[in-house]
């Protein structure tokens, strides 16, 4: 029996080293949308940033919940209407601002972080590291924040993107600004600081997601994976 044992520990180990995650630790994990972002334009004005110098839009970020028995995560409380919005969302899932742990940042425009500072208690995590009160802390490349949650760089909106990928018992979910829409699609990010990496992570991520929750929309099944 302990031979048996030892050798049951060894292959949950290679399993887990391969990305394998335990059907309980899943079942542990949720996500749950709190805003849909959106990009609106405004009638006689330019659209996309940078563009020209009175360029003007209404603009907010997704702002998911992420919770499992090691963390509450919010990611990319950007700009909202009303920061109300964010704290209404949150209570109706038994959630304060002081119960938030972490925060996940996809990148550091402003409409994905504008609202970091309503989460007094929480660690900030982006794509390189994690920071709380004056302590900041480097992490790798797949750094997993708890189990079956972790950060992966996905660069090309940004140089500094990174997603989130969530396993739970609905999937794989991925929090990510590789698209910026629910219409997932290889097209074009005009705003991409490189289309090559963009393309590359986009492949890379729709190898491993079930579901997509795009940088400004609702959830969406990948495609790829639902043809399987």
């Known amino acids: 029996m302990r031979h048996t044992g030892t050798g049951m520990l060894i292959l949950v180990v290679i399993l887990a080293l391969a990305g394998w995650t335990p059907q309980s630790v899943?079942?542990?994990?949720?996500?749950?949308?709190?805003?849909?972002?959106?990009?609106?334009?405004?009638?006689?004005?330019?659209?996309?940033?940078?563009?020209?110098?009175?360029?003007?839009?209404?603009?907010?970020?997704?702002?998911?919940l992420v919770r499992s028995e090691a963390v509450t995560l919010v990611a990319d409380p950007g700009m909202v209407t009303d920061r109300a919005l964010i704290i209404d969302a949150l209570q109706k899932e038994g959630v304060s601002p002081e119960d938030v742990s972490h925060i996940f940042i996809s990148h550091h425009h402003p409409d994905h972080t504008v609202n970091i500072a309503?989460?007094?208690?929480?660690?900030?995590?982006?794509f390189w590291a994690r920071y709380k009160g004056d302590l900041w802390q480097d992490h790798g490349d797949e750094y997993e924040l708890a189990p079956g949650i972790r950060v992966v760089r996905t660069p090309g909106h940004t140089e500094e993107d990174a997603s989130l990928v969530v396993e739970t018992d609905q999937g794989t979910y991925v929090l990510t600004h590789l698209w910026a829409f629910a219409d997932?699609?290889?097209?074009?990010?005009?705003?991409?600081?490189?289309?090559?990496?963009?393309?590359?992570?986009?492949?890379?991520?729709l190898q491993i997601a079930d579901w997509i929750i795009p940088g400004h929309g609702s959830p969406v099944q990948n495609p790829h994976k639902a043809e399987e």
Do not use: C
Request: glycine share 8%; no cysteine.
């Open 26 to 64: 899943r079942a542990q994990n949720t996500v749950s949308v709190l805003v849909e972002g959106y990009v609106k334009p405004i009638e006689g004005r330019q659209p996309m940033p940078g563009v020209s110098d009175d360029g003007a839009r209404h603009v907010a970020g997704t702002v998911v």
């Open 118 to 126: 309503l989460f007094p208690n929480a660690e900030l995590v982006d």
């Open 184 to 205: 997932i699609q290889p097209g074009e990010d005009p705003l991409a600081w490189s289309q090559a990496s963009l393309d590359t992570n986009r492949e890379k991520i």
